[in-house]
């Protein structure tokens, strides 16, 4: 079994900063891609950032040049760090990994979410 954690989230101003991290317990045999995802109020749930095991990162174009995905191997960590941040921003933060477990079969693991609230 494969266990998310995120923390970090909270409230900050518009302009301000905040830095999520997620740590990835349990067994496996690789984690294929580490990403953070994020739910408005009355919206669908929406990618905001992935990074592959190389390192490569992608960004939903709202976050791009604001927000940066990074990972720590050595602690089975990830993070988002947040600048700039926007009202809009505001949502549950889900982090997530695309798992190779034990079996050989790829899942998909979710984290409790995080709450970030932007106030203007």
């Known amino acids: 079994q494969v266990h998310l954690v995120e923390s970090g989230g909270g409230l900050a101003q518009a302009g301000g900063s905040l830095r999520l991290s997620c740590v990835v317990s349990g067994r496996w045999q690789s984690i294929l891609t580490m990403g953070w995802y994020r739910q408005a109020p009355g919206k669908m749930r929406e990618l905001v950032a992935t990074?592959?095991?190389?390192?490569?990162?992608n960004y939903a174009d709202s976050v791009k040049g604001r927000f940066t995905i990074s990972k720590d191997t050595t602690k089975n960590t990830w993070y988002l760090h947040m600048n700039s941040l926007k009202p809009e921003d505001t949502a549950v933060y889900y982090c997530?990994?695309?798992?190779?477990?034990?079996?050989?079969?790829?899942?998909?693991?979710w984290g409790q979410g995080t709450q970030v609230t932007v106030s203007s």
């Open positions: 997530n990994s695309r798992t190779v477990i034990l079996t050989g079969t790829v899942n998909d693991y």
């Open positions: 990074i592959t095991n190389s390192g490569s990162a």
